[in-house]
């Protein structure tokens, strides 16, 4: 059994450990003054349609490669089925900035945009209910 005393230090240590990394972020930020522009990403007004199926063939986008440039839209459109689309952080190990898991959409012609404003090289994106059957796609975005 733990002593109450025992429990402080350890909680101590914690509140020392939290504090350093504040530290430790706020330095960096000082470093880091171009971050927030960045994140502002110009449209370039293209937009890049996807459409998304329930049929004979199974659960799937098409196309499920594509390639895009920064600030281009994705706009996944649903032809049938019920479909969302989610750039897991799991299938995109360490990207920052990606967007939420969408709704789902479920009436023909329902369309979900992904602006293209998270960086550049190869992002997985995923129906979450179909991934398992091979409801998965990559973009690759280059300048
Ligand atoms: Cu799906």
Do not use: W
């Amino acid at each position: 059994m733990r002593s109450p005393r025992r429990l402080l230090t350890l909680a101590s240590l914690l509140l020392a450990a939290c504090g350093g990394a504040d530290s430790d972020r706020s330095a960096a930020s000082g470093d880091a003054a171009p971050a927030p522009a960045a994140a502002a990403v110009p449209s370039t007004g293209t937009v890049i349609e996807i459409t998304m199926h329930t049929d004979e063939k199974g659960n799937y986008f098409s196309p499920a490669e594509i390639e895009a440039h920064p600030g281009d839209l994705l706009r996944f459109k649903l032809v049938q089925g019920v479909h969302n689309v989610h750039f897991l952080p799991d299938s995109n190990p360490g990207r920052t900035g990606l967007p939420a898991a969408s709704a789902f959409a479920q009436l023909p012609g329902q369309t979900i945009d992904v602006p293209l404003t998270f960086g550049t090289g190869k992002f997985y994106f995923q129906c979450d209910p179909h991934a398992a059957l091979g409801m998965v796609g990559r973009v690759e975005v280059e300048r």
